[in-house]
């Protein structure tokens, strides 16, 4: 197996229903659909909200997964059928799992001038993915490294730093920052595999060249991981890892089942007003389900 990494391009996808925003989607797609656990990653911004109009999603449901949220400018405003409100700033991690079934908003606050960050989803091993709703708010304590690198771990553990978010398989969840031109080599968990996407600058992982909004993958056997700052202005990374999730799963639309049985009935306990539970406190109706495709959805797992 090759020490280099395998490097994702991302498509635009929009994003909230009619006043969608666009977003750039690296995972999944047809090269890869999980890292570790982790099965989604939308990356935005930065976005001038007075030309876009910032993020408005309306009320929309979740089932068998986390919602990770994770700004690095802006204020998005949260609220779900748990009965959550809280806010999203940058620094800050909110974790929102959906298990059986969740709905929630997001809504960019009208303070919020330039809008950027990512949503990432987790998906939950079948014996937890019918957990109850949660919701988790954490802020991390950034990490000085050698070599003019700054860490926050936001899941799992990197550098001595340890989040105490509960998820359900091992992961890891970090922002990195780098100086102009510095380099920084962690030790790693060799049993994990991981993602690094880059927000800012030009990066070298593992001898490969990786581009702003590209997301680099490397395999399980690695226990060091060097990066390399190759601009002079400060770079800044999401890094994600974890054991290879070895179940398959359909991913549609807002839903994590095993099968096309599961999201059937998911959409339609959606569409009939069940199970999901009631946001309040969002002035507008809720994000209708699509139709369902023609053809029986098929299960993915992770690339071999």
């Known amino acids: 197996m090759s020490d280099a990494a ?14 969608a925003m666009t977003v750039r989607r690296t995972l999944p797609q047809r090269a890869r659909t999980l890292i570790g656990a982790w099965c989604f990653v939308d990356h935005y911004g930065p976005d001038d909200v007075a030309s876009t109009g910032g993020m408005d999603v309306a009320p929309h449901p979740h089932t068998g997964l986390q919602t990770v949220s994770w700004l690095f400018s802006g204020e998005i405003e949260h609220r779900d059928s748990l009965g959550s409100h809280a806010m999203v700033r940058p620094g800050e991690l909110n974790l929102m799992t959906g298990g059986h079934g969740i709905s929630h908003t997001e809504v960019s606050t009208p303070d919020t001038t330039v809008l950027h960050g990512v949503q990432l989803w987790v998906a939950l091993p079948d014996r937890h993915r019918h957990a109850d709703r949660d919701f ?45 031109r510095a380099r920084v080599t962690l030790a790693v968990d060799s049993e994990f595999e991981h993602g690094l996407l880059v927000d800012q600058g030009d990066i070298t992982m593992a001898g490969t060249p990786l581009r702003q909004a590209e997301l680099g993958y490397l395999a399980p056997g690695t226990a060091t991981l060097t990066l390399t700052n190759e601009t002079d202005a400060p770079a800044r990374m999401i890094l994600l890892g974890g054991p290879p999730f070895d179940e398959e799963i359909v991913m549609w639309w807002n839903f994590i089942g095993r099968s096309h049985a599961d999201i059937a009935q998911a959409r339609s306990d959606w569409m009939t007003g069940t199970r999901f539970g009631e946001v309040r406190g969002y002035d507008g109706e809720p994000l209708p389900a699509p139709e369902l495709p023609s053809v029986p959805l098929k299960p993915r797992g992770r690339m071999r």
């Open 6 to 19: 395998e490097v994702l391009t991302a498509r635009d996808v929009p994003l909230g229903g009619p006043r």
């Open 136 to 180: 988790q708010h954490y802020v991390p304590k950034p990490v000085p490294l050698d070599g003019g690198a700054e860490l926050s771990v936001f899941l799992g553990s990197l550098a001595g730093a340890t989040s105490p978010v509960r998820t359900f398989t091992p992961l890891l969840g970090a922002e990195l920052l780098l100086a102009p």
